[in-house]
């Protein structure tokens, strides 16, 4: 596992920096004038945005403000509420249910593979929902915080949470249907500007920032003598020089997304992806060379066999 210690407060500076820059952005700026007519070129994704993370200011953007669906990206934001409203209980056990498993099963969905009977901690959780996109993990958060007296009721206030914190950040755009990105209505969508804002927000927190910048991890049981290994989706991430994070998704429904962000001499820059059939990997490496001013020759990250792929 890849151990990142102490409070890291680049994130932090140019996180904040985003989320305030960004507002006066979009007051001054309508969000078409950012469609510049250069840019990368042949970039094959349906929607996308590059954002330079110290002052806000958009580089480059496509469809910026149209909704799509967004898959597994749909998990920073289940990170974001349990991050955000219950940081003090970030070594609270949790116990597995078999409703997890089976729910995942039933779906056919992305899985860090938890154990019924298995305890992990909300932290080690983060780590199973962002790394192999754990359906099961955001489940488990989500019936953990939610409020109710079922797992449909505490699920489905999870969800709600999960909507205001969406209005509270701005993303005017967004709606969520689901805690992990499976959608049953189609109304679990985002734009590539909504989405860009949640990740300048979701790395200010320091330790969210360490949990999507891990190549792998390895997490031990809580209760029983178990160890769980997972591997980072996010393919960008050890391939092109700086890159910190942060999601990968992927559903019929949605296509190919991915949501980025890299740091190079100081300067940090977000781009996401929506809806890229072409190549969401090379297509972010092309708008970070863009942002760069670089011109990367990249040889994708592999997988070890029998790894997710999201």
Not at 282 to 299: E, I, Q, V
Request: hydrophobic letters at 40%; a positive charge.
């Amino acid at each position: 596992m890849q151990r990142y210690g102490g409070r890291d407060a680049r994130p932090r500076r140019w996180g904040a920096a985003l989320t305030a820059s960004v507002a006066a952005v979009a007051l001054a700026l309508p969000s078409a004038t950012a469609e510049a007519a250069g840019g990368p070129a042949g970039i094959g994704a349906k929607g996308a945005y590059l954002l330079d993370g110290g002052t806000g200011r958009p580089l480059w953007s496509k469809e910026a403000d149209t909704r799509r669906q967004m898959a597994s990206t749909t998990k920073i934001m289940t990170a974001v509420v349990v991050l955000d409203e219950h940081a003090g209980e970030l070594s609270r056990e949790v116990p597995v249910k078999q409703s997890y498993r089976d729910y995942v099963a039933r779906t056919g969905a992305s899985t860090a593979d938890l154990r019924t009977g298995d305890k992990l901690t909300v932290r080690q959780l983060l780590y199973a929902l962002m790394l192999p996109s754990g359906c099961d993990a955001a489940y488990a958060l989500a019936d953990t915080f939610g409020s109710g007296d079922t797992e449909e009721e505490r699920t489905g206030s999870f969800v709600a949470a999960m909507n205001a914190k969406a209005r509270e950040l701005g993303m005017r755009n967004t709606h969520y249907d689901s805690f992990d990105g499976i959608s049953g209505t189609g109304e679990n969508y985002g734009t590539p500007h909504d989405l860009a804002l949640l990740a300048g927000h979701a790395l200010r927190n320091a330790t969210l920032g360490s949990v999507v910048r891990s190549l792998n991890a390895q997490q031990k049981a809580t209760n029983v003598n178990r160890l769980y290994t997972w591997y980072n989706t996010n393919k960008l991430l050890g391939s092109y020089r700086g890159v910190v994070g942060v999601k990968t998704g992927s559903t019929q429904a949605a296509g190919p997304c991915l949501v980025f962000a890299a740091t190079q001499k100081g300067r940090t820059v977000v781009g996401v992806i929506l809806n890229d059939a072409v190549g969401r990997y090379p297509d972010a490496a092309k708008m970070l060379d863009y942002a760069f001013h670089a011109n990367t020759r990249m040889t994708l990250r592999k997988l070890p066999k029998g790894a997710h792929e999201d």
